[in-house]
């Protein structure tokens, strides 16, 4: 941002503070206060209507993003999504749905949900909420996402189409949990968990999945914090807790004034000894970088992928009047080892390398992020991935909506183990996109490739974000790396 737009917004940000926190009438005299006597002149002469509030949200906003990439203001309609995903979970009725031709339609149905529970199915179109139509192109998400949400007990009226049938059918909201936490089978002895995020419930939801992949012969384990971008610190430094011994530090946080915590490791864990292997990438940021660079100064964890993204700075919401409030820098944290992995964001900005060394002298490098022990190549996406998923997503909707019947009443488990996508429908796919070409003119690679993400589109498609995460991950070349190099570890 130019420097001379950088001094207007702190000159509205000001004025717009004065102007709510004072006790100024449109009658008053100026107090003699330059800004209180302009934001006077503002209001009463300025010749056209001004929306005050508007310009305070947009100046306290420019001020923020001035100073740091990570402060931002969270405005009141903003911030109870932001703290339902961070909360653990929303009140709803458990469905996933898209807009498909102007109407909503519920993709996948959670399993035990309330909506599963009042009969309602895959494929459902609904064409009312509570007695008003949804169909239309001016239709939203965020419109069918407010109508479906409500108080916790309270009842949402669905008027619903299903083939050749109408019905209405009342549904009882209730708590929808949000899964921050995701795992795999055992395979080999080796346990995997994907933490998509720390939010208030992560390190509950990680000890419950720890202790069930322990009963199944966990005997290493893999953390994977890709795309992770962060949360809430507790959660993180608790997780770290679990696997570090009494003492050792987790993160040390510096304020301003000077003043300095540091989380320390606490005693009597059941995975202190438990081998770990953490995998990173340029999205991992944050609170995922505070427990990975806690891990790898104390030479607890192998670090595989890419470099992290780099974000060393610590960030408290500050409430408004109004209820909106500001997420602001208020600290700097620094791992074990006292690396900060802060990345430059100001122009001319040296990086301070330093040398720092992990508990068994290991050098550790820091140029903004924390850098792997094994840097894994990124996967080359093929053709088919690059430029059709969205086109696969497409014709598995509508494939699976011509076949509901048969795919309802096929189970998750046999689909995943024992389904193959047979060459009618990958003729019917390449028919679809219009890509001019038969199966018969397909490479074998590519044929294999097309065949594993049709089935993943028709596995999203049926059974949601889970199932087609599952599959997506059997194919995921860096985690198939690290398997290989943590199952070497175990030998």
């Given at each position: ?8 917004w ?17 009658n008053s ?25 508007d ?12 100073l ?5 203001y ?14 653990g ?6 469905v ?21 529970n009042?009969?309602?199915?895959n ?75 720390f ?16 009963d ?23 997780m ?9 530090n ?39 970088e505070?427990?990975?660079g ?32 500001v ?24 990086v ?63 689909f ?21 070409i ?20 028709l ?6 974000f ?26």
């Amino acid at each position: 941002m130019k420097k001379e737009h950088v001094v207007i917004w702190v000159t509205l940000f000001l004025l717009a503070g004065i102007w709510l926190g004072g006790n100024f009438t449109p009658n008053s005299k100026p107090s003699g206060s330059k800004l209180e006597e302009f934001f006077n002149y503002l209001e009463l002469e300025y010749v056209d209507t001004l929306d005050i509030e508007d310009l305070t949200e947009q100046a306290i906003d420019g001020i923020l993003s001035s100073l740091d990439p990570h402060s931002t203001y969270i405005p009141l309609e903003d911030g109870a999504e932001i703290a339902e995903r961070m909360q653990g979970g929303f009140t709803g009725i458990g469905v996933e749905f898209m807009i498909y031709r102007d109407t909503l339609v519920f993709l996948y149905v959670i399993d035990n949900g309330p909506a599963s529970n009042y009969g309602i199915e895959n494929g459902d179109r609904i064409f009312a909420i509570d007695g008003d139509t949804l169909i239309g192109p001016l239709l939203t998400n965020q419109e069918i996402t407010s109508r479906i949400k409500g108080p916790r007990k309270s009842y949402v009226d669905l008027s619903i189409k299903r083939g050749d049938s109408v019905l209405t059918v009342s549904v009882q909201r209730d708590l929808i949990p949000i899964q921050s936490v995701y795992s795999l089978p055992v395979n080999n002895g080796i346990g995997y968990v994907k933490v998509d995020r720390f939010s208030e419930t992560t390190h509950e939801e990680f000890m419950t999945t720890l202790k069930d992949l322990d009963d199944r012969g966990m005997r290493s384990l893999i953390i994977d914090l890709r795309d992770n971008p962060g949360g809430y610190l507790h959660e993180s430094v608790s997780m770290a807790d679990e696997f570090l011994r009494e003492g050792q530090n987790i993160v040390t946080t510096q304020y301003k004034d000077g003043r300095t915590s540091t989380s320390k490791a606490t005693d009597g864990h059941t995975f202190e000894d438990l081998p770990l292997h953490i995998l990173i990438n340029e999205g991992s940021a944050s609170a995922s970088e505070v427990f990975t660079g806690a891990l790898q100064d104390h030479d607890r964890a192998s670090v595989y992928g890419n470099t992290s993204f780099g974000k060393g700075l610590v960030q408290e919401d500050k409430m408004l009047s109004d209820g909106s409030k500001v997420r602001m820098t208020v600290a700097y944290y620094y791992t074990p080892s006292g690396r900060s992995i802060q990345k430059p964001y100001k122009e001319n900005e040296v990086v301070d390398e330093g040398i720092f060394l992990s508990d068994t002298g290991r050098v550790l490098t820091t140029g903004g992020g924390i850098e792997p022990d094994v840097t894994l190549s990124k996967d080359s996406l093929s053709y088919f991935w690059t430029f059709s998923f969205g086109t696969m997503d497409a014709f598995a909707f509508n494939y699976i909506d011509r076949n509901r019947a048969a795919y309802n009443a096929m189970l998750w488990e046999d689909f995943s183990t024992q389904f193959k996508v047979d060459p009618l429908t990958l003729a019917d796919f390449l028919d679809y996109g219009g890509y001019g070409i038969a199966v018969e003119d397909i490479s074998q690679g590519d044929l294999k490739e097309l065949e594993s993400l049709l089935k993943i589109a028709l596995a999203k498609n049926q059974w949601g974000f889970d199932a087609y995460r599952s599959l997506l991950l059997k194919r995921d070349g860096a985690l198939l790396q690290v398997y290989d190099l943590a199952a070497r570890k175990l030998q």
